[in-house]
């Protein structure tokens, strides 16, 4: 999901108060933090209700929501993605919060455990940012700072 046009909006809400106040004031800083965080968890949770109840619908079987990482670690979003799980009678996974620090270290542990279970890459797959989850699905395009890519 992308937060882009949300930190737009907090941008140019701090550019405001700097304008009118030559500075932001310590009130305002934690009321324009409190604010996005607010923000960030009601669309996580709406989204992935949304997400949720249409997986279950497809696959009645399944019974886990996990996440990971920052997401994982902040205590209103995992507040409110529990809260998502009860409601659909879904187990929510997460990981101790010690271990929610980091993507990077996650997916190079994920990394370390493939190599160490022998299976090694010859080096030769391109990185593609809008890479299908499906390798059935066609390529997802998007807009850039260089235009479209698929």
């Known amino acids: 999901m992308s937060f882009s046009g949300l930190k737009t909006a907090v941008l140019r809400a701090r550019d405001d108060l ?6 932001i004031p310590t009130a305002d800083r934690a009321n324009l933090a409190a604010s996005f965080q607010a923000a960030v968890a009601d669309v996580l949770a709406l989204k992935s209700r ?7 619908s497809l696959a009645p079987n399944l019974t886990a929501f996990a996440v990971a990482g920052g997401v994982a670690a902040n ?3 995992r507040t409110a993605l529990e809260q998502v799980c009860a409601e659909l009678d ?3 996974v997460a990981p101790p919060l010690a ?4 993507n990077a270290a996650m997916i190079a542990y994920a990394g370390l455990c493939r190599f160490d279970a022998g299976e090694h890459d010859d080096l030769t ?7 299908p989850l499906d390798s059935n699905s066609p390529s997802l395009t998007g ?3 260089k235009g479209a890519k698929s």
């Open 18 to 23: 700097v304008r009118q106040h030559g500075g």
């Open 50 to 56: 949304r997400a949720l109840a249409l997986a279950k």
């Open 75 to 77: 205590g209103r979003i």
């Open 90 to 92: 879904t187990v929510f």
């Open 99 to 102: 271990l929610c620090t980091d």
């Open 125 to 131: 797959l391109s990185a593609r940012p809008r890479w």
């Open 143 to 145: 807009s850039g700072k």
